[in-house]
């Protein structure tokens, strides 16, 4: 659990909700037209628009069930241990493919899922994860579901483009277990590029998550967040958590659905190359993140920014050891890979996941580097290799 914040799936145990009021509907009785009849034939129509846009989206949206195998005087059976969501992103002529978080199906030994009409799928298929970007791949065979279901469309291009502050998101997904499956909530681009966490070696240090005012908690974890166009722009993965008694309200978090989509298709790619009855678990340097590895150079002092006597000096990633996938010595300060600029650790994953998603998975690249003795630029011919590893099932 990460400190200060929670991440959105829920721990399965038995809960009860008392004490939920209802307003009742105010009618409105005028002989004339006037600005409140007006008012609310909009909030009608717009209300009838959500409605018809839930309707849809919501067969693209799954919950996600992760048991665990339980044995007692011999026999076995799975006992739920978390729920989270998941939605539909892809497909072929035999097979559907879902995006989920990992930490929904970590130490799983099965997994299900529940689709929009209640229909449960056990022993859906772990195609892989990457525990260090939160990402889990699952996989079902069309011919098991009863219903039809929606392939969400996502919000993806060669190049990261962050949402617009401001934009309206609507967040879908099975807060609070099953009693709440397909829950809608709707809110704005609340910010862009934030840490969620400077205290674990995983994709919660860099700045890059969404942060939106919609309504998420436990069990929202792994359901998308959708523009007005029906496109994912984002994974729901985490909201802040105080223990003290002032809870801080609507600070949620969404994963970029760049940078997931495209780890996603690279774990499917290795799950083709090694066999069907693999899982890929994805533990290769896309998962630039390790505060003991790499710093941004804008997060370092005036004093050690000064060493490498750089003019901009906001520019760059620092190497804190030496690196032998990137060639590059401990001190070295990373400012451009093939001539892209680099100004941060998070730009630094993401330029290389773009470089192995392009299939330059055997390709020399340049990284161009700053010395720390003396500032002189130089550079450092690299050839970078993707080495997952392979869970036998």
């Known amino acids: 659990m990460i400190k200060g914040f929670k991440v959105l799936s829920l721990v399965f145990m038995v809960f009860s909700l008392t004490s939920i009021s209802q307003k009742k509907d105010v009618a409105i009785n005028c002989n004339t037209i006037s600005d409140e009849e007006i008012t609310l034939t909009n909030q009608v129509n717009l209300t009838s628009s959500m409605n018809d846009f839930y309707n849809e989206a919501i067969k693209g949206v799954v919950k996600v069930s992760n048991y665990a195998k339980t044995t007692t005087q011999g026999v076995s059976s799975y006992v739920k241990q978390s729920i989270g969501s998941g939605f539909f992103y892809d497909e072929d002529s035999s097979y559907y493919y879902l995006l989920t978080n990992h930490h929904v199906i970590e130490s799983y030994n099965m ?8 229909q449960e799928i056990k022993n859906v298929k772990v195609i892989g994860y990457d525990d260090k ?65 400077e205290s674990n070696n995983n994709i919660y240090n860099q700045d890059h998550a969404i942060q939106t005012d919609c309504a998420i908690n436990p069990g929202n974890s792994g359901g998308p967040l959708l523009n007005m166009n029906m ?24 994963l970029p659905i760049h940078d997931m989509y495209k780890t996603s298709m690279l774990i499917r790619k290795q799950f083709n190359d090694f066999g069907q009855n693999s899982v890929i678990q994805f533990n290769n340097r896309l998962s630039i993140s390790s505060s003991k590895q790499f710093k941004s150079i804008r997060d370092m002092s005036i004093k050690e920014r000064d060493v490498y006597g750089v003019i901009n000096k906001n520019q760059g990633v620092v190497c804190l050891n030496d690196d032998s996938t990137l060639n590059v010595k401990r001190g070295s300060l990373i400012v451009s890979i093939n001539g892209v600029a680099i100004n941060n650790v998070c730009e630094l994953r993401r330029e290389l996941l773009d470089i192995y998603y ?29 080495s997952p590893k392979i869970i036998n099932v």
């Open 111 to 118: 997994v299900s899922i529940t689709i929009h009409s209640n």
């Open 358 to 386: 392009q299939g330059n998975l055997t390709n020399k690249i340049v990284v161009q580097v700053y010395k720390n003795v003396n500032g002189n630029l130089n550079d450092s011919i690299s050839n970078i290799s993707i």
């Open 133 to 197: 970007q939160d990402v889990g791949v699952l996989r079902v065979n069309k011919s098991e579901l009863n219903s039809a279901i929606k392939v969400l469309e996502l919000l993806k291009d060669n190049n990261f483009i962050n949402p617009t502050i401001g934009d309206d998101v609507v967040a879908l997904g099975c807060p609070g277990g099953q009693g709440f499956s397909g829950t809608l909530s709707k809110g704005i681009v609340s910010g862009v590029n934030r840490i969620v966490s």
């Open 231 to 254: 496109e994912v722009i984002g994974v729901n993965t985490m909201k802040i958590s105080s223990d003290s008694s002032i809870r801080e309200e609507a600070l949620n978090f969404a």
